[in-house]
């Protein structure tokens, strides 16, 4: 029976080969644009985000001009992203931290990133990893429910699922594996209805197929 590292190690692969080329889905420009971005993704999509932080960056093109905003104005251009007063009270409040205690320069660390406004390991992982090319491990959703089904980790706590990766996982493929488990779990992972018969992890996964019938039983 295979390990989980090599288990990891055939899917690490596969997944290499069928998305080459898989990024993060955000579209940015500067650093702390993917910091505010990725606060904008909590339980809305990249592409409802994608649509809103154009006008939104133009507005406010730097970590100074958040800083010095009106949250309200803030509002104004994120409302269609859900939890808009809660997430612009987070990004204005976020750059003036990155402002006056990090001279306006995105940390390169998960402890100081976790100490700014609205960010938790989610986030933090991310940036480290997209940006500064560090281990990193992003456990969103998909990457929670995959992995749990792959029979690489077991529940649901992000903390618990990451910390179960980090032990499987070579350091240098985190980032970009939990870009393509996220890709997969869009395209053929689905929450609801994987499509099992197409998956190209099929004879690996632990789930084969099991969640699918139990999901259409419950509609």
């Known amino acids: ?18 998305y080459p080329e898989a990024k993060c889905a955000l579209v940015y420009k500067k650093p702390h644009e993917l910091l505010i971005a990725t ?14 932080t154009p006008a939104l960056f133009e507005r406010f093109p730097s970590i100074e001009a958040f800083a010095e905003a009106e949250i309200s ?22 750059c003036r931290q990155l402002r006056d205690i990090y001279g306006s320069t995105v940390p390169d660390s998960i402890d100081e990133l976790v ?10 992982n991310l940036i480290v ?11 969103d959703t998909h990457v929670i429910r995959l992995t749990n089904r792959l029979g690489l980790a077991k529940g649901t706590d992000a903390v618990s ?18 870009h393509r488990l996220v890709w997969y779990g869009r395209e053929v992972c689905s929450a609801r209805a994987p499509k099992c018969g197409a998956c190209v992890l099929k004879e690996l996964c632990k789930s084969n197929g099991k969640d699918l019938t139990k999901n259409r039983k419950a509609k």
């Open 1 to 18: 029976m295979a390990t989980k590292k090599q288990l990891a190690a055939e899917i690490i692969s596969r997944l290499k080969e069928k």
């Open 39 to 52: 606060r904008l993704s909590a339980q809305c999509t990249d592409k409802r985000v994608n649509l809103v």
């Open 73 to 94: 104005e803030v509002e104004e251009y994120i409302k269609s992203c859900g939890l808009f007063h809660t997430k612009a009270k987070d990004i204005v409040e976020m």
């Open 115 to 124: 100490k700014l406004s609205g960010v938790g390991r989610k986030t933090a």
């Open 129 to 139: 990893g997209d940006l500064y090319g560090k281990p990193a491990v992003v456990c």
């Open 161 to 178: 699922v990451e910390k179960q990766l980090r032990a499987i996982i070579p350091p240098d493929e985190g980032a970009t594996f939990c």
